[in-house]
């Protein structure tokens, strides 16, 4: 099963719907985790926008890129400006900038 992880600067709006939106329409085929560098609280717009469509979201919370330093990815998405203080392993050197 690959492994991704979404990582933003909050974890709070684009790394959470990202991880949520991945985990409903690949579960069985992505393991999918999202990180922040600055936590903030899972946005409640974002859970609204994601429970309109029938979304998962009682397991959403922030979590710090550091819960996943020991860890190895498939592919890390990221987007923020802080993504040199990220200590997330890829597998394979290869980087998604998504803005």
Excluded: W
Excluded at 21 to 32: M, S
Excluded at 69 to 87: H, M, N, R, W
């Amino acid at each position: 099963m690959n492994k991704v992880i979404f990582i933003c600067t909050e974890n709070a709006c684009r790394s959470q719907m990202a991880e949520a939106l991945t985990n409903h329409f690949f579960k069985d085929k992505i393991e999918v985790f999202s990180a922040g560098v600055h936590l903030f609280r899972v946005h409640p717009f974002a859970i609204e926008a994601l429970k309109e469509p029938g979304v998962e979201t009682t397991n959403l919370r922030n979590k710090h890129i550091d819960e996943f330093k020991d860890q190895e990815f498939d592919l890390a998405v990221i987007k923020s400006t802080y993504t040199f203080l990220s200590p997330i392993q890829q597998r394979e050197p290869l980087r998604i900038d998504a803005f």
